[in-house]
């Protein structure tokens, strides 16, 4: 798990996006997009175009696996990741707390 220094929740797990994604947390908007829960580094949230574009469909399978298991596979999927991962635009990091409790307050406007 990837941390992030919070100043309100202080250590916390953190959340990396797009710069899509990253804008609509910065102007407290309802993110809006796609969410890879990775079990061996900090979830992505990235915007529909983002993850569209750049082909993150072909690796929601590899969510489930540990990282030993997911640097294993084959077929060039690991090096098509690592690819897609670097050429998301405007990677920022946020607390988790702070975006769910951000998803939250704006459901329930």
């Known amino acids: 798990m990837v941390v992030a220094m919070c100043n309100t929740h202080g250590r916390a797990g953190a959340v990396e996006t797009c710069s899509h994604i990253g804008k609509q947390i910065r102007e407290r908007k309802r993110p809006n997009g796609r969410q890879l829960?990775?079990?061996?580094?900090a979830p992505l949230f990235?915007?529909?175009a983002c993850f569209n574009s750049l082909g993150f469909e072909r690796f929601v399978?590899?969510?489930t696996l540990p990282l030993d298991d997911a640097l294993q596979v084959d077929g060039g999927?690991?090096?098509?990741?690592?690819?897609?991962?670097?050429?998301?635009?405007g990677r920022r990091l946020f607390c988790v707390k702070c975006v769910a409790e951000l998803e939250r307050q704006c459901s329930s406007v």
């Open 37 to 41: 829960a990775l079990h061996w580094g």
């Open 46 to 48: 990235l915007c529909n």
């Open 61 to 63: 399978s590899l969510c």
């Open 77 to 89: 999927r690991w090096e098509a990741f690592d690819a897609a991962y670097h050429a998301i635009e």
